[in-house]
T-cell receptor
Framework: DGGITQSPKYLFRKEGQNVTLSCEQNLNHDAMYWYRQDPGQGLRLIYYSQIVNDFQKGDIAEGYSVSREKKESFPLTVTSAQKNPTAFYLC???????????FGPGTRLTVL | EDKVVQSPLSLVVHEGDTVTLNCSYEVTNFRSLLWYKQEKKAPTFLFMLTSSGIEKKSGRLSSILDKKELFSILNITATQTGDSAVYLCAGHYYGGSQGNLIFGKGTKLSVKP
């Protein structure tokens, strides 16, 4: 099956700990994205990557880091510098920049 | 500042009703407008609109874009309980040399039997 997978579905962490969220796609898409969704809010772009070994900051990149060493993988690290990390995180990918984005099932992160 | 505004924020209807969801946008270097349906988790793609006045249809759903008034609507006819979801509108723009999305807050639609 082709698609985007995110793991884990639910994640609990203590304050001050870094945590890495996984995103994998087997759609052969060049572009990948990370969004954050808070209750009653739209999706906000954290980071995006158009090609391997290249990525750009989105609107709310502070406290987050990413890597894009392989085309199919785009992990997101939530660092201790992120002031309010509890949220629903969505990963997406697209063939190119002018096409629709397809989303993974999301990871709900709760920081205790 | 670029923004996408959806209205209403929530809506409750009965099965069989027709609903219209609204999306206005102010997006620099606008490229297209996208609609997504979000039930529990992943938003699923519905429509991408790039040209004004051309209606896109998929079953009971249809959407149209007005690039002069910076507005789009999503229509759902003969609603069913399975249409209950949050509907997200997003403006697609050229960011530098790349394209990105700005999302509205969504319209939560509840369809009662």
């Amino acid at each position: 099956d082709g698609g985007i997978t995110q793991s884990p579905k639910y994640l609990f962490r203590k304050e001050g700990q870094n945590v890495t969220l996984s995103c994998e796609q087997n759609l052969n898409h060049d572009a990948m994205y990370w969004y954050r969704q808070d209750p009653g809010q739209g999706l906000r772009l954290i980071y995006y990557s158009q090609i391997v070994n290249d990525f750009q900051k989105g609107d709310i990149a502070e406290g987050y880091s990413v890597s894009r060493e392989k085309k199919e993988s785009f992990p997101l690290t939530v660092t201790s510098a992120q002031k309010n990390p509890t949220a629903f995180y969505l990963c997406a990918s697209s063939i190119g920049t002018g096409t629709e984005q397809f989303f993974g099932p999301g990871t709900r992160l709760t920081v205790l | 500042e670029d923004k996408v505004v959806q209205s209403p924020l929530s809506l409750v209807v009965h099965e069989g009703d027709t609903v219209t969801l609204n999306c206005s946008y102010e997006v620099t270097n606008f490229r297209s407008l996208l609609w997504y349906k979000q039930e529990k988790k992943a938003p699923t793609f519905l429509f991408m609109l790039t040209s004004s006045g051309i209606e896109k249809k998929s079953g009971r759903l249809s959407s149209i874009l007005d690039k002069k008034e910076l507005f789009s609507i999503l229509n759902i006819t003969a609603t069913q309980t399975g249409d209950s979801a949050v509907y997200l509108c997003a403006g697609h723009y050229y960011g530098g040399s790349q394209g990105n999305l700005i999302f509205g807050k969504g319209t939560k639609l509840s369809v009662k039997p």
